[in-house]
């Protein structure tokens, strides 16, 4: 449990969904309770992302959280991140470890069961399963898992920390826990209520 540490909540940020820049919801997140944060980014370019990346570790270094890079190793290597989470389509989990190293934090994306057990033989700190439920954050055509499925994904990977991840929020959010997820990462439920996002890190730190 080495990569999440018994942290529950596992907040992402969203640009277009919070209206601030990644530093500044490093500092919102932190301020509900966050202490690992994923920074995720679909549209800008490398060097923008690169330069939002460096602004919010400097954050994260000062109030001290664990910063996670979605998708591009060369920026978390780059900026010496404390890890990065893959999806199917990125760098393979075993490149990006040879890249990274041994205390990096290496997350990876699966969608089903199959993709789970996968997984769980490569050298990653944690499996994240997704979506739970329907979501409109992130346009896929992965159908929901649902928390049966998570019921079985938990009982197939034994003790590899397992990330939850899709239209979790504060009244799901139990019921995944219990399905057997280890934590959960959330995006629209922590920004879709401008000025409440601290607020809602807390509730969720309350609730799970
Ligand atoms: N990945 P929300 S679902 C980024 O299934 C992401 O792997 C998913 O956002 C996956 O908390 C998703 O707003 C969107 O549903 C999560």
């Known amino acids: ?16 969904l919070s209206g601030h820049a990644h530093a ?3 500092a919102i997140l932190s301020e509900g309770g966050a202490t690992l944060i994923q920074l995720r980014e679909k549209s800008y370019s490398p060097a923008e992302f690169y330069e ?18 979605n998708d591009r190793v060369d920026i978390a290597l780059a900026l010496n991140a404390d890890g990065v989470h893959l999806g199917q389509d990125d760098l393979p989990p075993v490149a990006a470890r ?3 190293g041994p205390s990096a934090i290496i997350g990876f994306s699966t969608h089903n069961l ?7 033989q490569m050298p990653v700190d944690y499996v994240a399963i997704g979506p ?9 055509s992965n159908p929901a898992v649902g928390l049966k499925n ?22 799901n959010i139990d019921l995944v826990i219990n ?12 920004w879709t209520s401008i000025n409440q996002s601290s607020h809602r890190i807390q509730q969720l730190l309350k609730y799970s």
């Open 98 to 100: 040879r890249l990274l």
């Open 114 to 120: 199959q993709q789970a057990q996968l997984a769980a």
């Open 179 to 190: 399905a057997g997820a280890d934590a959960v990462a959330i995006i629209s439920d922590i």
């Open 132 to 140: 739970i439920f329907t979501t409109t954050t992130k346009s896929s």
């Open 24 to 26: 500044e919801q490093i």
């Open 1 to 16: 449990m080495r990569a999440l540490e018994g942290r529950r909540v596992y907040p992402i940020t969203d640009r277009h």
């Open 150 to 171: 998570l019921s079985l994904v938990r009982q197939a990977l034994r003790d590899m920390p397992l990330v939850a991840i899709g239209g979790i929020t504060r009244e």
């Open 52 to 69: 939002e990346t460096e602004a919010a570790l400097r954050v994260a270094r000062e109030i001290g959280v664990a910063l996670i890079v």
